[in-house]
């Protein structure tokens, strides 16, 4: 099993009603445990160290899948599954100000927001120490940013979140795919430690912004 699976898995195995995604399923293995591969979800090949994911709309969890079988998703509108795209946009010119934060009424300063479309409703959730936490948004919250930042119109329902990064000084805004969403959430789960989460933590954190912020294309150049 990868790094990144390991941390999907923990970023789902919440608290009862802490977050409307259930845990991922367990993959079949092949071998010893120290030689186990993770397998494709769907048709059970083996899968490269780097592969896609999709979006299970009905169980609402997130399925490792092989090149041939993701494909079979790509631009599909409907049906059980959803092809988790690849790339983060970054959004330099995003306007929030902190008053416009507070309103939003998160306990941190980090979090993602989503369209959902089982219920048909945006969902912010918040990393925590037991996982993804969903914060209900206050009423017409998100209808006054989306007012104010056209992009996010952009976002892909279930796949693609807005993802904010408001630490200390930082100021940084995203549209992400949802498997980067959550692996910040299973970082955030696997090393906290204590009330602040220790060195270790923000060491990591911090690193994985910095790969966001490095990897992270211009929307401009997103059709």
């Known amino acids: 099993m990868t790094h990144e699976s390991r941390l999907l898995r923990g970023a789902l195995a919440t608290r009862r009603g802490a977050t409307p995604f259930a845990p991922l399923r367990r ?87 989503f369209y959902h479309s089982g219920p048909g409703k945006m969902v912010a959730l918040y990393p925590s120490p037991a996982g993804a936490t969903e914060s209900l948004l206050p009423l017409n919250s998100w209808d006054r940013l989306a007012q104010k930042n056209p992009e996010v119109e952009r976002l892909e329902p279930d796949v693609q979140a807005l993802l904010v990064n408001r630490v200390g000084l930082a100021r940084e805004y995203y549209l992400a795919p949802i498997d980067q969403c959550f692996e910040l959430v299973g970082l955030i ?33 997103h059709a």
């Not at 999709?54 to 490792?64: D, G, H, P, W």
């Not at 090393?191 to 912020?213: C, H, L, P, T, V």
Request: aromatic share 10%; proline share 2%.
């Open 27 to 113: 993959l079949a293995s092949a071998g010893d445990s120290d030689k186990a591969r993770e397998r494709c979800e769907l048709c059970c090949a083996l899968l490269a160290s780097e592969h896609r994911h999709l979006f299970e709309l009905a169980n609402r969890n997130i399925v490792c899948a092989c090149d041939a079988c993701a494909m079979r998703f790509q631009a599909v509108s409907g049906g059980r599954f959803k092809l988790v795209p690849r790339d983060a946009y970054s959004l330099p010119n995003f306007s929030l100000d902190d008053a416009e934060w507070e309103n939003l009424a998160l306990p941190i300063d980090l979090a993602f927001f």
């Open 189 to 221: 789960r696997a090393n906290w430690r204590g009330f602040s989460g220790g060195q270790d933590a923000w060491r990591k954190i911090n690193g994985f912004f910095a790969r966001m912020k490095e990897s992270a294309r211009s929307l401009e150049t």
